[in-house]
């Protein structure tokens, strides 16, 4: 993967095109268990008469979705896909896909599975392995994407969507973006104490938002949540763990986190931010074009800020957590050999790929980012080249929600920081097994 060394780290400021299309936020992936059931119901697109095979896919996007099928069956008539949209949210998708697969009933050919599934979905048994089309993605797809694609070292769905966080910064405050947390802390400090507004916003609330943003400083700070092998739980090994959870005890005793932070999500950062109540922002791309003004919106910082990575400990390269979706091929599909075809081509042809970059979803073919002329997407390429995908373990759903509730409690100051952290050592190895 490649590094942002010092020297190269840039900020790139905001314009009306590019990434003012990408209005995205990462999906929350804090998902039901099986069996417990939704009252949302989805629908189908109605795409072909007689469709061949089925693509089940999120709701959310559904427009983006549709021109991606529609270029499918205009290459393939007598191939025809029809699409069936899940419930926008990501508890609603998951269990919807869960009892098709459960109750053996076989609608669905093609499943969209949020980045953080894959290893649930393969170690029930649920989706087909790929690892015999790994040659076609390998060095095509970002890294990161891939990562998220496999369980166990063997690919078990194809890339086709991603998503990634930027650092949003004051330019009427701020001269450069920041190469390290402390800096942050120092130069967000002291602008904030000058201009009278709070140093820094983001997703500190006690939902899966809290996970990205600690698991962003932990990586920085050269953690690793399992070993190569997804064998074992290494989250405590070296002192990564402990420094990003000290940062972010000191910044919010310090008064650097905004009030309000420890029940804050994506929207209400970018709200506060875009009123011009903040130095720094960690957020997704679909904050920029509200910032810019548009939408109906008044923004205090439309010419005031701009983008760039996230900074690490060391001032080294950039780290954010990887969203986004991927396609997996259902072991009950009728049609497996279509479906796998299907897959491969959402993942690598440049026209469907393009179709997201064009429209709302950043796309994970690496030469989407490489022969832009945007530079919001160029940057989000280099982020996305650097980017961790949270482990697609079995039971990562659990170990969500014991980081969410420790990790709240201990930064808070009302939970031993050591007893947390090892609370979410012990919830990474139950991960590694079978809900």
């Known amino acids: 993967m490649s590094e942002l060394s010092r020297h190269k780290r840039y900020a790139v400021r905001t314009g009306a095109a590019g990434l003012a299309a990408l209005g995205l936020t990462l999906a929350t992936a804090c998902g039901t268990p099986p069996g417990e059931g939704s009252e949302e119901e989805g629908e189908s697109a109605g ?5 061949q095979f089925v693509w089940a896919v999120t709701g959310a996007d559904r427009q983006v979705h549709e021109e991606v099928a529609r270029l499918w069956n205009e290459r393939n008539p007598d191939r025809q896909v029809d699409i069936f949209f899940l419930a926008p949210t990501a508890d609603e998708q998951r269990q919807a896909m869960f009892q098709d697969l459960q109750s053996q ?4 050919d093609v499943l969209g599975l949020d980045v953080i599934w894959t290893g649930e979905f ?3 048994g649920y989706i087909e392995s790929l690892e015999d089309l790994r040659s076609e993605v390998d060095g095509v797809s970002l890294d990161g994407a891939v990562d998220s694609a496999q369980w166990q070292q063997e690919l078990y769905a194809l890339p086709y969507s991603s998503n990634g966080a930027f650092l949003y910064y004051r330019t009427d405050l701020v001269d450069e973006p920041p190469a390290t947390w402390e800096e942050l802390y120092e130069t967000g400090t002291e602008a904030a104490e000058e201009a009278g507004i709070s140093g820094y916003v983001g997703q500190g609330d006690q939902y899966e938002g809290l996970v990205v943003n600690f698991l962003e400083l932990y990586w920085s700070a050269g953690g690793e949540l399992f070993d190569d092998a997804q064998s074992q739980s290494t989250f405590l090994e070296g002192d990564a763990a402990t420094t990003a959870l000290d940062f972010m005890t000191e910044a919010y005793d310090s008064g650097f986190y905004a009030e309000g932070f420890d029940s804050m999500v ?3 950062a970018r709200a506060l931010f875009q009123a011009g109540e903040a130095v720094y922002m960690r957020n997704w791309p679909y904050a920029i074009p509200l910032l810019e003004g548009e939408g109906g919106e008044e923004s205090a910082v ?5 983008v760039a990575p996230l900074p690490t400990f060391t001032g080294e390269g950039t780290t954010s957590a990887l969203g986004g ?6 072991t009950l599909s009728e049609n497996k050999d279509l479906a796998r075809e299907f897959v491969l081509w959402a ?6 790929q393009d179709i997201l970059a ?3 979803l950043p796309p994970t073919m690496q030469s989407a980012y490489e022969d832009t002329e945007d530079p919001h997407l160029e940057v989000l390429g280099e982020i996305l080249g650097d980017a961790h995908a949270r482990p697609p373990v079995p039971g990562y759903n659990s170990m969500s929600l014991v980081m969410q509730e420790n990790l709240h409690a201990a930064y808070l100051g009302q939970e031993d920081p050591a007893a947390a952290l090892e609370a979410v050592d012990r919830s990474a190895d139950e991960a590694l097994e079978q809900e």
Request: avoid cysteine.
């Open 325 to 330: 979706l991927n396609n997996a091929v259902s």
């Open 302 to 306: 439309a010419d005031d800020f701009a």
């Open 105 to 108: 009933a076989g609608e669905f």
């Open 266 to 268: 994506e929207d209400d």
């Open 122 to 124: 393969a170690d029930y």
């Open 347 to 352: 993942a690598t042809d440049p026209e469907a």
């Open 47 to 51: 795409l072909a008469e007689d469709p």
């Open 358 to 360: 064009t429209n709302s």
